[in-house]
């Protein structure tokens, strides 16, 4: 299916249509169509540029603004400072606020604002060894600048901030002056080109479209050498060698990004308790064995290990990363498996780090509770696994998990994990519309619509927040338009205690009928399954749709613990 | 010693890459001697005439190590005949080169 187009209009005070051009023609998902802004001055006149911003978002329709500013243009009191010397601090902050506020009533027109940080302007190399000087240094002052608006706008749902350094500091020389001189245009090309790249990564992360596992070769990617031949001892990591110590900064990088909610992997040719033991006993080991949510550690085909670990973690292949220095089975996984992304790799370890930061697929807007601690998440299904095995039947392995479910209605705590579900979850998910929060927000205030949250928990752990619904009452009907659930949690009678909360919530609404009308795609076949099988009624010209008469309460799994707060809905 | 003429075809060409990354498909310019840069009919707009020439001037500086100025030169002019085409402008370039340094 074609990602649809996303416009975006740029709000600069520089000549902007640079970056738009290289936004539009860059080639990674999803497509754009960028409009370079006519704003003269994006936050000195905020009532006179408002109005200009909002004519030219409403008239061609843009989804996204994109505010990139230079400081001085945004702040008069940072301009003082170049011109006479001298600034008052607290005139510069009140400029970012009213820049702040600004921002504020662009979020009302945008799906999303993307705000770039401040560079320091070039005048400051003339500031010398004052320019870090506490009050009077340029480069001072606009650090602050970017730390007060990275404070304002952090709880503004729908407004990003993007460090603008990211790209300019991988730049030589990010100004380019006779660009400037002629055209008005601060940057370099390749500036540019970086920032589009990372606004598109954005783009896909706010749509859910992330990589979510890397899978990992051992021998020679995860540390040097061949541990099959030279054992755990033997092998480059850490100690006084460059080689080695690559190898480490590479599992460390590895593991910072297991903790914004990647889930690491092996899949490797190799006697399994050799490869086990190296990773408990190397002393410079980074990653763990607990650090890894499963593995296939043996001689078989990498591609078909690879599909039988993806459906161990309950994740697509289009979720999959996999990383092996051997060309021969990069060229062998990207044949078999095209939905698996499969970087080329350098050859040198010290080249890792770059290569793993480069991959730009691993993008998150927000980061919740779940997404830090999602490896403990898939250790606790190990055991929960491994405890099914033990148990005489399914019912006893259910009442043995000593399953809660705590019900939430939407709010601001819950609303950053909330939005990612519903935007990741793809196979239990009735209509899998992709809404941000802002939307999510506009939506639920349209109408008589209320959405809960499902937070999971049972011996073995916190599943965290796993499940969403929401309704939509229509007279006497009582229109289900959300159900979305974590593959994590399926097939634990969680579906059906969701089924209790909103029909219950449904009559005390006073709705008399339930209806759920499944949007099939292609990968959400699992929720079907289940409605075939709830105890709902199908309706007989429409086989995606389904009935409950609400004059008969719909059961409560008897299983499950259920802690509520929930009002009928207004 | 490498051919100059040869050298900065590719300087050229290789700006052009640069100011095709900003184009969509259809509206790239070919890598050949004879494409139309400027003129009544040419492909270049202002903008995409500074582009290409301070792509051009970074990518002669990094290949001879030495500045060509060519946006501060008074007689840089879109419509002149030494930007009509990659050849003409090729030809321009080793008349600079070429030239002795004043003073």
Known sequence: MDEPTVRVLVLADFNAANFAAHLTHDTTEPPVVAT????????????????????????????????????????????????????????????????????????????????MTWRVPRVSGAFGAIAMKEGMGLANVV???????????????????????????????????KLWYAAKIPFRHEVFRRAARQVKSLLRASRGQVRKVILLDLDDTLWGGLVGEVGWRGLRLGGHDPTGEAYVDFQRTLLALSHRGLLLG????????????????????????????????????????????????NVGLE?????????????????????????????????????????????????????????????????????????????????????????????????????????????????????????????????????????????????????LASLEIDGTRAVLVDFVLSCRVFGRKVEEAMLHVVTESALESGAAEFVATLMPTSKNAPCLRFLEGSGLRRDDDDAHQFRFDLATAYPRPREIELLREMAPIA | MPDLRAQLREAVFAALDDLNA?????????????????????????????????????????????????????????????????QALIEYLEEMRERPANG
């Open chain 1, 143 to 177: 650090m602050r600048m970017n730390l007060r608006l990275a404070e304002r706008v952090d709880d503004m749902p729908g407004v990003v901030l993007l460090d603008a350094s990211a790209w300019m500091d991988a730049e030589r020389a990010p100004e380019e002056a």
């Open chain 1, 319 to 467: 979720a999959v990363v996999f990383i092996d220095d051997r060309e021969a089975e990069r060229v062998r996984v990207r044949e078999a498996l095209p939905e698996v992304f499969v970087p080329e790799w350098p050859s040198s370890p010290m080249r890792y780090v770059d290569a793993l930061l480069g991959l730009d697929c691993f993008d998150t807007v927000r980061l919740t509770a779940e997404d830090r601690t999602r490896s403990a998440l898939y250790a606790a299904e190990r055991a929960r696994a491994a405890d099914l095995g033990v148990a005489a039947s399914g019912g006893e392995w259910l009442e043995r998990l000593e399953l809660r479910v705590d019900v939430e209605e939407f709010n601001d705590r819950n609303a950053p994990r909330a939005v990612q579900l519903l935007n990741k979850t793809n196979q239990m998910n009735l209509s899998t519309r992709r809404l941000d929060a802002g939307e999510l927000v506009a939506w639920l205030g349209a109408g008589r619509r209320k959405l809960w949250t499902f937070r999971v928990r049972d011996r073995f752990g916190d599943a965290g927040l796993t499940g």
């Open chain 1, 266 to 313: 092996v899949v490797s040719k190799n006697d399994e308790a050799v490869a086990l033991e190296a990773l408990g006993g190397h002393p410079e080991m980074v990653l763990r064995v607990p650090h890894f949510s499963g593995w296939r550690i043996n001689w078989d085909d990498k591609a078909a290990n690879i599909v039988s670990l993806a459906q161990e973690l």
């Open chain 2, 22 to 86: 900003q184009r969509p498909p259809h509206q790239r310019l070919p890598k050949a001697l004879d494409t139309a840069l400027t003129g009544e009919h040419g492909p270049l707009d202002s903008l995409a005439f500074v582009n290409f020439i301070v792509a051009l001037e970074q990518r002669l500086d990094a290949m001879f190590g030495t500045t060509m100025s060519l946006l501060d030169d008074e007689r840089l002019d879109p419509t002149a005949g030494q930007f009509r085409t990659v």
């Open chain 1, 36 to 115: 370079a802004g006519t704003l003269g001055d994006v936050g000195a006149d905020p009532s006179v540029s408002g109005e200009s911003a909002d004519r030219a978002g409403s008239d061609a329709g843009h989804d996204v603004a994109i505010v990139w500013t230079r400081p001085e243009a945004i702040s008069t009191a940072l301009a003082g400072l170049v011109d006479h010397g001298v600034a008052v601090l607290a005139d510069v902050m009140r400029d970012v606020d009213e820049f702040v506020a600004r921002l504020a009533r662009l979020r009302g027109q945008y799906a999303r604002v993307v705000v």
